[in-house]
């Protein structure tokens, strides 16, 4: 029901721009976030956006370079990732929660898209 595009190879330092599609269902009243994996990593936080106020959060890692995004009209939800960084380099999931107290939580989420792969060259 989540399907994620927008992966691909850039160079550091260049952008690329995540997409996640929801079908079979609303996910307006859904909390979206981003996590990403790299071979041999834990699944790891990138963003969120809370479905009730928009509120974002963001890694640590990531601030300041990345952008959550969402389009309840277009049931989207977006990562705009510039300025990236070979540590960016990871297959990037899309996921939707009902209910979310830690954002940062994998296990907080209830469904998951496929994943994208974003692969940065030095």
């Known amino acids: 029901q989540l399907v994620d595009s927008g992966g691909g190879l850039v160079q550091a330092g260049g952008s690329l721009r995540l997409s996640c599609a929801a079908s079979?269902?609303?996910?307006?009243?859904?909390?979206m976030a981003w996590f990403r994996q790299a071979p041999g990593k834990e699944r790891e936080f990138v963003a969120a956006i809370k479905w009730i106020d928009g509120s974002t959060y963001y890694a640590d890692s990531v601030k300041g370079r990345f952008t959550i995004s969402r389009n309840n009209a277009r049931n989207t939800v977006s990562l705009q990732m510039n300025s990236l960084k070979s540590e960016d380099a990871a297959s990037y999931y899309c996921?939707?929660?009902?209910?979310?107290?830690?954002?940062?939580?994998?296990?907080?989420?209830?469904?998951w898209g496929q994943g994208t792969q974003v692969t940065v060259s030095s």
């Open positions: 996921a939707a929660g009902a209910v979310v107290r830690v954002v940062m939580s994998p296990g907080e989420y209830d469904y």
């Open positions: 079979g269902r609303t996910f307006n009243k859904y909390n």
